[in-house]
């Protein structure tokens, strides 16, 4: 009885596995939830604004707690990024908790008008301590290191761009502590949205081409340090032939 030849073995293909260090990295506008996040994030104070012109500071605050809520569970529902929203009932909160205590509706703006002058010294300090923060935070984001620090050209780079984040917060506190010595909340909240993203886009710009710069420099500084390739010498000819 002649023996059945063994069935070959099905020739399983497996796909490789992705390497997470590939995937591209999220951009920062992917990290805010996209453009409708940075739309979720104003909707509050928009609201807020209305409601406080049309009725009073206690209405206006619970509709802005109310929105912040109801866009959190929309974007749990549509599977959508929830750290813009988580970050945005935070802020809601915080305000909520200031505008209960101060009693005023100007109340509901003083943590962002603070939390800006706050962030304005502390990029003055890395500035004047020459570990400026656009560079020790981009390199801490992307482990890249702070070699930068010991070239002053790719130091300045990042000056520069720390330079324009101490004015973008400089300029929040400045404008948006005045409407509120002032207690118009109205203008407040319109310094509010027209102050965020806008000038927060310009020192973003700005960071990106600092980056660019300093890494331009530093591989150029790499370069000049390699030593030049010894090129191989020509055969000797036998003297025997």
């Known amino acids: 009885m002649s023996e ?25 506008l992917e990290q805010m939830g996209g453009i409708s996040g940075l739309i979720y994030s104003s ?16 209405a206006a605050l619970w509709a802005a707690v109310g929105v912040a809520v109801a866009i959190a569970v929309v974007r749990l529902v549509r599977r959508e990024p929830l750290q813009p929203a988580i970050s945005g009932l935070f802020g809601i909160a915080v305000a909520a908790f200031i505008t209960i205590r101060t009693g005023s509706a100007k109340g509901f703006f003083a943590f962002g008008i603070w ?7 502390a990029f003055l300090v890395s500035a004047l301590v020459r570990w400026p923060l656009a ?6 984001l992307n482990n890249s290191g702070f070699k930068w620090r010991s070239d002053k ?7 520069v761009a720390t330079l324009v984040w101490i004015l973008v917060f400089g300029s929040k506190f ?21 102050m ?23 591989a150029q500084l790499a370069a000049e340090e390699e030593p030049p390739a010894v090129e191989p010498s020509a055969p000797q000819a036998d003297p025997a032939t």
């Not at 050209?153 to 000056?159: E, F, G, I, Q, V």
């Open 196 to 218: 965020g993203y806008p000038l927060t886009a310009i020192a973003i710009a700005v960071t990106v081409w600092a980056v660019r710069k300093a890494d331009k420099r530093l």
């Open 4 to 28: 059945q030849p063994a069935p070959a073995a099905e020739s399983v293909t497996e796909e490789p596995a992705q390497d997470e260090s590939s995937k591209p990295m999220p951009t920062l």
């Open 43 to 58: 909707v509050p104070i928009v609201v807020f604004v209305l409601v406080n012109y049309l009725f009073e500071w206690q």
């Open 153 to 159: 050209a790719a130091r300045l780079y990042y000056d």
């Open 115 to 121: 939390s800006s002058l706050v962030y304005c010294g």
């Open 135 to 140: 560079g020790v935070i981009w390199s801490t």
């Open 174 to 194: 400045v404008v948006q502590q005045w409407l509120y010595s002032e207690d118009n909340v109205g203008l407040l909240g319109l310094a509010r949205i027209a």
